[in-house]
């Protein structure tokens, strides 16, 4: 039983463009969620979150949209840069627990 | 300054041997989570340390599983009688408090293969 779904395994986008990382959720009672960034080899690293009191949040390239009704979110990039080609993962919490529920990623290529 | 490190970063071991895998958290993190990512999966909660106590061990796969923590810093997963079906990363994170508000620093993983 998926509670965090990441329906795409991959995508690829040409530099300067929008890459859009889509995850879906059927946990209702998440209310806090996360994207990481994973190269080859290394541990992920923490990207950007945002509260389900929040529908968007921005940092620099990279915002992150919710949609509550829908138990969507999105992370969007742009410009997309060579350098952010990664696997992205999108994770998510209960309010109390510090259980971490990750989606199975989505492998980013920025094409030059 | 140092982020979190484990050792060994690559393990190989027979089936029904035990092995102990080693989590370094970045020092003054008193949270510490070990997670596991099988191939094609997702990351998997297995135990998270507040301190030296363990206050959620639900994402343990079995008895096999047990991690213990000291001094509020290093921390070791040991499965015993491992299986095949163990074969996968075994990440490690700290935070520098509990709390979902506080980011989680991820060691670069012990790759385990059982054969």
């Known amino acids: 039983d998926q509670q965090v779904k990441q329906n795409s395994p991959s995508l690829s986008v040409q530099e300067g463009r929008i890459s859009i990382l889509n995850c879906d959720y059927t946990?209702?009672?998440?209310?806090?969620f996360l994207w990481y960034k994973k190269y080859p080899a290394e541990g992920p690293t923490f990207l950007i979150s945002i509260s389900s009191i929040k529908d968007k949040n921005e940092d620099g390239r990279f915002t992150v949209f919710l949609n509550k009704s829908a138990k969507h979110l999105s992370l969007h990039i742009v410009p997309s840069q060579p350098g952010d080609s990664a696997v992205y993962f999108c994770a998510a919490s209960v309010g109390g627990s510090e259980k971490l529920v990750f989606g199975k990623g989505t492998k980013l290529t920025v094409n030059p | 300054g140092a982020g979190v490190s484990q050792s060994p970063s690559n393990k190989v071991t027979e089936k029904g041997k035990d092995v102990e895998l080693r989590c370094d958290p970045i020092?003054?993190?008193?949270?510490l989570y070990w997670y596991r990512q099988s191939l094609g999966q997702g990351l998997e909660f297995l135990i998270y340390f507040q301190g030296n106590s363990a206050p959620d061990k639900s994402g343990l796969p079995s008895d096999r599983f047990s991690a213990e923590r000291t001094g509020g810093s290093v921390s070791t997963l040991t499965i015993q009688r491992t299986q095949q079906e163990d074969s996968a990363v075994y990440l490690c994170?700290?935070?520098?408090?509990?709390?979902?508000?506080?980011?989680?620093?991820f060691g670069p993983g012990t790759r385990l293969t059982v054969t």
């Open positions: 994170a700290s935070s520098l408090s509990p709390g979902s508000s506080y980011e989680q620093y």
């Open positions: 020092s003054g993190h008193t949270a």
């Open positions: 946990n209702s009672m998440f209310d806090y």
